[in-house]
């Protein structure tokens, strides 16, 4: 796509379907998946009584 | 007919992409040959799925309903694995990749990426589909769809899921080289049009998914065959709900571009103001994938801070733009029914609607049943403190009834009004038994989700075999149940009236090349309307803006009176 004539930002950036993408698998990766497995590696074992 | 449908997406003749398409009788769009053959395959290859689940819902319904309690024990986890995995992965991702590959050609004028790439992710899909079918049936996968871990399958069944995730991503890559190419070879101007970014959204959330779908299923398919040692089941869950939850996300992506092609095929509604349609799925994009983790609420290992943000502060975002598309799709209606001239009154423009074409009538039933049940009782039962009256009871079987069921799974079959007469040309047979259609899966579909909503109140929990175990339940957990096992014959009828009319008409429907599609009935223009008379008048929409209004009440009143129920589990006096 040619971008001589400036677009809006937002209209650039929804044009972009690869950018979504990236933008799209990063978010939840980082938000859910690594942040959730952080928690998990975190977690002590339970002392036993 | 044809016309709405031609200014829906206006071709371009272009006579070296003639030989392998052909153009359609009815809106006069190039379309993809290779696609069509493909989307055909994938449309049928759902229906058929969505047959096996629909007959699964029916045992599993009557023996939920505790009068009724027709299965035997072994049976009712067999066939609730069965339900969920055909109904909710197999029903919905065929679909989608048939909605996925129409949205990528025909609206652009593009031919599809490859066949050969087709074929292979067709054929994986379909394999893996028949493995795990196969050993649920052979009683060898009595885990439910979620297989959490320590419960073990037989190894076909994880590597039958593998096959059909790795099968839909292979379609997913079909639809992101098509998008390529077109607009490498400019096959269409400007930006694609609404209902092709709606499908790009579906398929960036899918590969999400399916990525998760990959992390989790290979080292459990590894350890059920003896290969590696079994996976920690907390990092299970963590993983699998990537999976299972994000699927749903694609189908609401695909669902509300459903939303939008059949207003506009019907009423010849076009979105208010495409922007911002446009960054409501873009919010979807960005934010609808970490609700994950409402799955986790009640889950010892991760924390209140990652539970919080990734369910409530940052996944409002991704509501929000579900209230916008709530918005946007029938204010666009009421627009373009004023514009034509049905202007009396507040809701005038509603009794003048197409009401008795199918595909229009479930478009409503499944933007009503979605927002107000399913979007209501969803937001409500995510929000953590609340969570823990109802997680693992039978709301929140009602919840995704209402939403995968009464939104998509009805939003997917209304479009199959059209994308059978257009893409198999066969125009439907029993038409007056298509009209009611709708009305019976999509009034017995609500009558399952309250049923099974107010028996979850009552504490009933649901993948329960048996609640009369317990002896804490009473008539009115049991009438609800039988509410729920009423609205089931209802759904269940009107699931199988679907089944026979799309088999029926493929196989003996009247064709209909070289002349345009039995038309359904689209909205009458008065004498003296005007398109874009409206444009600037800012309440032209009162009508709309008035159900909005409702809507929030609801809303709010549902909300809060949750956080009373919670309050009152622990009284201080
Ligand atoms: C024909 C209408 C349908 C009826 C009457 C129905 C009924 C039921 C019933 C009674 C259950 C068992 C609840 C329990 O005991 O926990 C259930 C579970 C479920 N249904 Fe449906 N259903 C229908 C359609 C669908 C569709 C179209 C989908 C997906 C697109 C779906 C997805 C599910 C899922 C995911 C579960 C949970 C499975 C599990 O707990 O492992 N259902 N359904
Ligand atoms: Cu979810």
């Given at each position: 796509m040619n971008h001589q004539t400036k677009e809006p930002l937002?209209?650039?950036?929804?044009?972009?379907?690869?950018?979504?993408l990236v933008l799209g698998v990063l978010i939840p990766f980082l938000s859910y998946t690594a942040w959730g497995w952080i928690e998990l590696v975190l977690v002590q074992p339970a002392a036993l009584p | 007919m044809s016309s709405t449908l031609t200014a829906t997406f206006p071709a371009s003749p272009d006579p070296a992409a003639r030989a392998l398409t052909r153009k359609c009788d009815t809106t006069g769009l190039n379309v993809c040959l290779e696609a069509e053959r493909f989307i055909k395959f994938n449309a049928v290859s759902a229906v058929v799925f969505?047959?096996?689940?629909?007959?699964?819902?029916?045992?599993?319904?009557?023996?939920?309903?505790?009068?009724?309690?027709?299965?035997?024990?072994?049976?009712?986890?067999?066939?609730?694995?069965?339900?969920?995995?055909?109904?909710?992965i197999f029903w919905i991702l065929f679909f989608e990749v048939a909605v996925l590959y129409f949205a990528c050609t025909t609206p652009l004028n593009a031919r599809l990426f490859s066949a050969k790439v087709a074929w292979a992710g067709f054929a994986q899909m379909v394999t893996g589909a028949l493995m795990v079918n196969y050993i649920i049936l052979k009683g060898q996968a009595d885990v439910l769809m979620t297989s959490y871990l320590p419960l073990l399958a037989h190894p076909l069944f994880y590597l039958g899921i593998i096959l059909v995730a790795t099968g839909t991503l292979t379609g997913v890559f079909n639809f992101f080289a098509t998008l390529y190419v077109a607009r490498r070879d400019r096959t269409y101007e400007g930006s694609v049009p609404l209902v092709t970014f709606g499908a790009t959204a579906a398929a960036i959330i899918a590969v999400v998914t399916l990525l998760h779908g990959a992390i989790v299923m290979i080292p459990t398919f590894t350890f059920s065959m003896g290969w590696t040692a079994q996976p920690d089941p907390m990092w299970y869950r963590m993983i699998w709900w990537g999976l299972g939850h994000q699927s749903q996300q694609v189908n609401v992506c695909a669902m509300v571009a459903v939303w939008y092609l059949i207003a506009q095929l019907a009423t010849g509604a076009r979105p208010i103001n495409e922007t911002v349609c446009r960054t409501a799925f873009l919010l979807y994009v960005l934010f609808i994938n970490i609700a994950s983790a409402h799955h986790l609420l009640v889950d010892p290992a991760v924390g209140a801070t990652w539970k919080i943000w990734n369910t409530s502060y940052a996944m409002y975002l991704a509501v929000l733009a579900s209230m916008i598309h709530g918005f946007t799709v029938p204010a666009s209606?009421?627009?373009?029914?004023?514009?034509?001239?049905?202007?009396?009154?507040?809701?005038?423009?509603?009794?003048?609607?197409?009401?008795?074409?199918?595909?229009?009538?479930?478009?409503?039933?499944?933007?009503?049943?979605?927002?107000?049940?399913?979007?209501?009782?969803?937001?409500?039962?995510?929000?953590?403190?609340?969570?823990?009256?109802?997680?693992?009871?039978?709301?929140?079987?009602?919840?995704?009834?209402?939403?995968?069921?009464?939104?998509?799974?009805?939003?997917?079959?209304?479009?199959?009004?059209?994308?059978?007469?257009?893409?198999?040309?066969?125009?439907?047979?029993?038409?007056?038994?298509?009209?009611?259609?709708?009305?019976?899966?999509?009034?017995?579909?609500?009558?399952?989700?309250?049923?099974?909503?107010?028996?979850?109140?009552?504490?009933?929990?649901?993948?329960?075999?048996?609640?009369?175990?317990?002896?804490?339940?009473?008539?009115?957990?049991?009438?609800?149940?039988?509410?729920?096992?009423?609205?089931a014959l209802a759904a269940v009828a009107g699931l199988l009236l679907f089944v026979l009319l799309c088999v029926g008409t493929i196989l003996a429907g009247e064709r209909n090349e070289g002349r345009p599609m039995a038309d359904w009935g689209v909205a009458s223009t008065l004498a003296g309307a005007r398109e874009g008379s409206l444009a600037d008048d800012h309440w032209a929409v009162k009508g709309t803006v008035a159900l909005t209004a409702v809507f929030l009440v609801c809303f709010a009143v549902y909300y809060f009176a949750n956080w009373k129920a919670l309050a009152d589990v622990w009284p201080v006096r």
């Open positions: 937002l209209k650039r950036v929804l044009d972009n379907p690869w950018l979504l | 969505l047959l096996i689940g629909g007959i699964a819902a029916l045992l599993l319904a009557l023996t939920r309903w505790q009068a009724v309690h027709l299965l035997r024990v072994d049976w009712f986890y067999r066939i609730l694995t069965l339900h969920g995995l055909n109904m909710l209606v009421e627009l373009a029914m004023r514009e034509k001239g049905h202007t009396k009154g507040l809701f005038g423009w509603v009794v003048a609607l197409p009401w008795r074409n199918p595909a229009f009538a479930g478009a409503v039933l499944s933007v009503l049943i979605f927002g107000f049940i399913g979007g209501i009782t969803g937001v409500t039962l995510g929000t953590q403190q609340i969570n823990i009256i109802a997680h693992n009871t039978l709301r929140i079987t009602g919840h995704f009834h209402a939403t995968v069921v009464g939104g998509t799974s009805l939003a997917f079959m209304a479009l199959a009004y059209y994308v059978i007469p257009l893409i198999f040309r066969r125009d439907f047979i029993w038409r007056p038994a298509a009209r009611i259609q709708p009305w019976l899966f999509g009034g017995g579909i609500l009558l399952v989700s309250l049923g099974m909503s107010f028996a979850g109140s009552m504490g009933v929990p649901r993948r329960i075999y048996d609640i009369d175990q317990s002896g804490a339940f009473g008539a009115a957990a049991h009438l609800m149940l039988g509410v729920m096992g009423l609205g």
